[in-house]
Structure formats: C-alpha cells, structure tokens
C-alpha cells in the first residue's frame, strides 16, 4: 500500500501512520469545555452553571475542563472533597450519638443501686449494643460520594432534552 500523502510505501504496522506523521491532526473527537465555577475565598467550594455561557456570579472564577484528563482530575478532587464532608459530619454524628449515651448511661446509674445480679446484666447488654454499634459503624466506614460529570458519564439516550433560545426552542440532548 502505498500512501496518498506523501508516496511513501507502507508496511504492516504503519497505516494509517507514515513516517511523516498521522494523517488527522487529532484521533480523539473535540467536545466543548464542561464550565465549572470556584470560588475565590474557598477554593474547595464550586458552583455549577446550569450552561456553560452563563456570567459567573461575584467572588468564583471560571474553569474550564477542556480534556478527559482535566475532567478526571476534577471528578476525583470533588470525590475527594465530598468524602472528607460527609466523613467529618459522619464522625460529628457519631459523636453526638456517643455523649448521649453515655449521658443515658449515667442518668441510669445515677438512679439507685442495684443488686449485684442485675449490675452484671446491664453491664453485659452495654458490651453487647456497644459491640453491636461498633460493627454496624464498621460496614460504612468507607463513604463514595459518586461525582461525575453527567455529560461525560452517560451518553445522549440516559440524558433530558432541553430547548431555548440558543437551540432555536428545539428539543436537544447536550
């Protein structure tokens, strides 16, 4: 085979590339930049526009993941700032479930003197639900927020049509 550019003759292992090169400019298909807006006060609070056109509200700046590498990095630093907010309100939670149990617990042994038979049966069942509490806490120790960019995770048939003015107020999938 011999090839239309240039009239170099190709060998097994060379189409479509020549020695002077591939024959499109890029392999991978262009797509418009996904628009994200960070805040400049915080810069691990984002805002996300409902379409990329829109003015960018006071103290944000706008960012734009032109490439799937950008993309990935930004859905991974979002599931990294997801999961850092929802494991310190889940330990916060857990906290608080904690001290009112042992506020319980100290209402209830403030209360009187019991046998001794019946001290030792408290004490078992406070082990017990205390065991119990800890292996349930165990299971969901590891939290996934899930972030993805819709667009660039589910293809046009799994998405909503919109219409407006920039579709011409034609039905179209993004």
């Known amino acids: 085979m011999i090839c239309s550019e240039c009239g170099h003759e190709l060998a097994i292992g060379d189409w479509p590339y020549c020695p002077h090169g591939p024959l499109y400019d890029q392999n991978a298909q262009h797509f418009d930049p996904v628009v994200v807006w960070q805040s400049n006060v915080d810069p691990f609070k984002y805002s996300f526009p409902g379409q990329a056109n ?8 706008r960012v734009e993941l032109r490439n799937m590498r950008e993309a990935d990095r930004f859905v991974h630093k979002m599931n ?7 494991e310190e309100y889940r330990d916060m939670r ?3 479930d904690d001290a009112g149990i042992r506020e319980r617990r100290a209402n209830e042994d403030a209360k009187g003197v019991m046998n001794e038979r019946a001290a030792a049966m408290r004490r078992r069942v ?4 205390d065991k ?5 806490r165990g299971k969901h120790a590891r939290i996934d927020p899930q972030f993805h960019i819709n667009v660039l995770s589910y293809d046009s ?3 909503n049509s919109y219409s407006g003015p920039e579709t011409g107020w034609r039905e179209k999938k993004s």
């Open 54 to 61: 829109e003015p960018c509200p006071a103290d944000y700046h």
């Open 94 to 96: 857990h906290a608080l």
């Open 80 to 86: 990294d700032i997801e999961r850092r907010r929802l």
């Open 132 to 136: 119990l509490r800890d292996e349930r």
């Open 126 to 129: 406070r082990e017990w639900t």
């Open 157 to 159: 048939g799994n998405r």
